[in-house]
Structure formats: C-alpha cells, structure tokens
C-alpha cells in the first residue's frame, strides 16, 4: 500500500497567520497553491499556481500569450507583437481596459487587424520612448498614445492626446477637436477666441484696428492639431471651426476681420478689403454692439 504524505494546510488567512519553519511547506486552501517558509516571514512565500488569483513580481516572461483582458501595467523590456492575423490563434482586436503600458525602446504591433487599447469605458495610456513604435492597421484609445513613432494604414483615434517624438502615420487620424493652430509668443496670455495680429513686443498682439492686413489668427479653445507644441506662447487657430470673439452685425457666411475693439472681429464691409485682411468666414448670426462669441471658419478664404 503506497504512503500518503500530508502537509500543513489551512486557508490563505490561516497561512497569512502563519510563521512556518525554515524549508517548511504548508498548503493554501483557498487558492490551490503553497507557501515555502523561511522561519521568519509570516505567510511565507506563496508559489505560483496556474489557476490561482495571484500578483506576480520579478518574473521574466518569454513567448507569451495573451488571451483575456489585461487590467493592469505591462512594461516590457523587448518588442511585443500581437500577431492578429495568425489564422491558427486569431483574435480580432487586443483589448486593454485601464491599463498603462510602458515602452523604453520596445514596440508594440497589431500585425493584422485593430490595436485597441480600452475597453468602452477604459482609460488606457500608452507612454513610450522616442525610439519606441506602436504599428496597428488602426489604433484607438480612451486616454493617451505617446510613442516615438506611431503608424497605421487606417485610423488613429484617441480621446486623448496622441503625441510622437517621431513620425505619425495614418489614412485617417482623428479628432474631436476642429481647428490647426500653431504656437505664437505674444506679449501676454490672452483669452481663447481673441482675433491677434502678427506685432507687439514678441510675435502677436491683439488686434486694434479695422480690416489690418497683419491679422495672424485667432486664439484656439481647444486645438485638434497644434504645431510648433514645444515653443512659448499660445495656440492661434490657423485653419477650421474655431469660436472668435465679435461684434456688429453679422450673418452666416459673412467675411469677417479686425475691428477697433481690441482682439475683437466684426463683418468686412466689401469695399473695405485689402489683401490679408480677412480671418475667416462666420458660421453662425451675430447682431450687437457689446463683443460676443460666435464660431467662425477661420482661415484666407
């Protein structure tokens, strides 16, 4: 008759209570695994189990197969590649729910379909180095997507910023945002839809005077596309929907440009056009004499 050899065993509080001997090995009931004990350390040291809840440190993963939610960080030291497109273990997206992943030199692939790294609802991060990659037939996010170099054949979408100290790559990227702005030095911090003209003590100042042919822009709310992001100044709305501070009466369609108000726009009066006076059309109605704010298309249209 074969020997049956028993360990300790309890439950995972119990083992959590428990200071075993050194070498001792005691059995957690609760989570189908054991505790190696040193004669010091209450709980001693759970091993890993391949069905048991667990949180693992300092462990090294090779080959690996993701086929569930992730919900917490990955940070890997080498490239990982989700090979969508294998038609032997395929998946149609990599769903990644609140989580954040951390790229130092590495790169993240979706080699077949969508790179999508939230669930609805999630918050995920990517932050990634400038040597770094994130490649996808189309990537989405709920938060952020930092890489050095961010490339798809579709769409890039993110409810969040997409920032690359790289290239930016896609058929379709984007925005919930609608205008392009570029930063500009001004000689304060002006409110967002004031009209500016190119002058002043650094490059823009406000505008001041009727139809000025110096008219730069107007100051962006909230900018789809900023270039120049790394120089001093503020966002001044160079092209698409922006709101703009007004005043007079206006109508949909009207030209618009400078007026007397300090950083205000009012209608161009047809007879009164000079080359570069114009900021934009207006998109909405506007009839007062106190400034007010409509959304107009701003640009040399």
């Known amino acids: 008759m074969s020997t049956q050899v028993q ?9 959590d209570a ?8 005691t059995v957690d009931t609760t989570n189908k695994t054991l505790r190696v004990h040193d004669g010091l350390t209450a709980g001693g040291f ?7 809840t667990q949180t693992l440190t300092n462990k090294t993963l090779n080959s690996v197969t993701i086929t569930g939610t992730v919900t917490g960080n990955i940070i890997p030291s080498a490239n990982i590649t989700y090979d969508l497109g ?3 273990n395929r998946f149609n997206d990599l769903w990644l729910a609140n989580s954040t992943i951390y790229l130092g030199s590495a790169q993240i692939s979706a080699n077949a379909t969508s790179l999508v790294l939230t669930n609805p609802g999630g918050g995920t991060t990517v932050l990634a180095g400038a040597s770094a990659q994130i490649t996808a037939t189309s990537i989405s996010a709920s938060g952020n997507v930092t890489g050095g170099n ?3 054949g579709g769409i890039i979408s993110a409810t969040g910023n997409i920032t690359s100290a790289g290239t930016i790559k896609g ?14 030095q001004g000689d304060r911090l002006y409110v967002p839809g004031t009209v500016m003209i190119f002058g002043g003590q650094h490059e823009i100042t406000e505008s001041t005077q009727y139809a ?3 008219v730069a822009g107007v100051i962006s709310t909230a900018p789809a596309h900023t270039m120049n992001s790394a120089a001093a100044g503020q966002p001044v709305a160079l092209q698409g929907r922006v709101p703009c501070r007004v005043v007079g009466t206006i109508k949909k369609g009207d030209l618009v440009t400078t007026s007397h108000w300090p950083g205000v ?9 000079v080359p570069g006076c114009v900021i934009g059309k207006s998109l909405g109605e506007y009839d007062s004499l106190e400034p007010g704010t409509i959304e107009i298309a701003v640009g040399r249209l």
């Open 265 to 273: 726009a009012t209608c161009l009066d047809s007879g009164d056009w």
């Open 171 to 184: 058929v379709n990227i984007d925005s919930t945002a609608a205008d392009l702005a570029e930063h500009y």
């Open 7 to 15: 360990y300790r065993r309890g439950t995972s509080a119990q083992n």
């Open 86 to 88: 294998n038609t032997t």
């Open 18 to 25: 428990f200071t075993g001997a050194l070498a001792e090995i």
């Open 212 to 214: 000025d042919p110096r």
């Open 46 to 52: 759970a091993l890993a189990g391949t069905t048991a």
């Open 150 to 152: 961010i490339l798809t």
